[in-house]
Nanobody
Framework: QVQLVESGGGSVQTGGSLTLSCGVSGYVVVGWFRQAPGKKREGVATINTLSLGTNYADSVKGRFTISRDNGENTKTVYLQMNNLQPEDTAMYYC?????????????????WGQGTQVTVSS
């Protein structure tokens, strides 16, 4: 049974950094998504935990980095977020999908975590 457990959200000022973590097993491709109030859920970054291939939304390229550690039974996928801006404020979700494609479309993902809030104040 797949479970995704997220941690690491919080509040920071503009220009600050946060690292989100997601524990996952049973899937190869893991992504981070975010949803701000009144907006659609958008893909932020995704990683193939075997090949280490990655894909990023244009809005976060150069600021966010997705990576992974391989534990014995569970992988941990990280989202390092630097130079955070108020427009990065959202609920952030970890998700996993079958197959190996690095899609940033939420409809392609099969399992979701509960979300963790990131708030950036100016």
């Amino acid at each position: 049974q797949v479970q995704l457990v997220e941690s690491g959200g919080g509040s920071v000022q503009t220009g600050g950094s946060l690292t989100l973590s997601c524990g996952v097993s049973g899937y190869v491709v893991v992504g981070w998504f975010r949803q701000a109030p009144g907006k659609k859920r958008e893909g932020v970054a995704t990683i193939n935990t075997l090949s280490l291939g990655t894909n990023y939304a244009d809005s976060v390229k150069g600021r966010f980095t997705i990576s992974r550690d391989n534990g014995e039974n569970t992988k941990t996928v990280y989202l390092q977020m630097n130079n955070l801006q108020p427009e990065d404020t959202a609920m952030y979700y970890c998700a996993a999908k079958r197959g190996y494609g690095l899609s940033l479309l939420s409809a392609n993902y099969d399992e979701w975590g509960q979300g963790t809030q990131v708030t950036v104040s100016s």
